[in-house]
């Protein structure tokens, strides 16, 4: 099914790309409405971009493999993603390239963790032994991530039993015992928590390491050739709007929550995501290795070979 999937977008990609006009200065941006879209909107609001001669007009959308078909066909410049679906697409040919970073995941301020019921009797990775655990893709990084968690921690994960579970559902189906666990990432996550019905058994992801680059901004290699100026300088803007936003996190509460549709409140009680500053093959080598470890992905590869020339890379 994935294999169809990707051929599909191949002949999509290729088909779209004799249309693309040269030379445009406007960006189309598209992604989920993740608070890791933050830098796209404060850069447009502060004037970021236009400083750089560009007319960035994010679009909200659906992520992961969606978002990258849109991206293949034209209908965007930018995807907001997560890097899975990316990685996956590289190995079928098809040439994505990270333009800009975004959410960073850090164990020390992690924004994921599998929950469990209030009074459940799961405590350890080897409680989960024979179990069923919730995620909304069986192949998702949540899914994998929690399995690697279980057997770094001494358990088996051979042994669990996966479910699809939509994560909004991920409450009512923990509470009725149609699962026994389920990883959810913010804002859903600190509003699972403020039911009271279910308790932090782990924080999965830090099975994969304790810091990588979960996220990223990505364009196809055509239109980054084709825009070397414009995509540099977009990377630029990103940079000087995720330093800005980095350390002040309290201030772009407003702002998420005007394109998340997430209460300011709410907001303000999550763990907030950290951005990446540089796109850097050191942080996106070790979810590159993981995916090959759990077969999300044939083999592993040189993190290098996604990161676009235009991207701005640490100076260190």
């Known amino acids: 099914m994935l294999k169809s999937f990707f051929m599909l977008l191949a002949l999509v990609f290729v088909s779209s790309q004799a249309t693309i006009a040269q030379g445009p200065t406007t960006i189309r941006v598209a992604g989920p409405p993740n608070e890791g879209f933050k830098d796209v909107y404060y850069g447009v609001e502060a004037g970021l971009f236009a400083k750089y001669g560009l007319d960035v007009q994010p679009r909200i959308t659906n992520g992961g493999a969606v978002v ?9 410049d930018v995807a907001y993603t997560n890097l899975v679906p990316v990685l996956q697409a ?3 040919g098809l040439p994505f390239q990270i333009i800009a970073p975004s959410t960073m995941f850090m164990s020390e301020r992690s924004q994921n963790a599998m929950l469990v019921t209030i009074d459940s009797p799961i405590h350890t990775a080897r409680d989960l032994d ?6 909304q893709s069986l192949q998702d990084l949540n899914s994998v991530a929690m399995r690697a968690w279980v057997d770094k921690n001494g358990g088996n994960s051979s042994t669990l039993h996966v479910l699809e579970v939509p994560s909004a559902a991920a409450v009512a189906s923990l509470t009725a015992h149609r699962i026994d666990a389920m990883a959810l990432s913010e804002p ?8 009271g019905k279910v308790r932090v058994l ?3 992801q830090g099975a994969i390491a304790q810091r990588f680059q979960a996220q990223a901004f990505v364009s196809t290699s055509n239109f980054v050739e ?14 000087e709007s995720a330093l800005y936003n980095n350390s002040h996190l309290a201030e ?10 997430v209460p300011a409140d709410v907001i303000a009680h999550t763990v907030r995501s950290i951005d990446g500053e540089y796109v850097t093959p050191q942080t996106i080598q070790p979810l590159i290795d993981f995916a090959a470890k759990y ?21 260190r």
Do not use: R
């Open 252 to 261: 772009t509460i407003p702002l998420v929550s005007s394109f998340s549709a």
């Open 202 to 204: 782990a924080k999965p």
């Open 295 to 315: 077969g999300m992905i044939p083999h592993s590869f040189p993190a290098e070979d996604i990161i676009s020339p235009a991207a701005l890379k640490s100076p």
């Open 130 to 135: 024979g179990k069923t655990i919730g995620t």
């Open 68 to 76: 990258l078909a849109g991206l293949a066909g034209g209908s965007y």
């Open 188 to 195: 859903l996550l600190t509003m699972a928590l403020a039911t």
């Open 226 to 239: 084709q825009h070397p100026e414009a995509m540099a300088h977009f990377a630029l803007a990103m940079h």
């Open 90 to 92: 590289h190995l079928h």
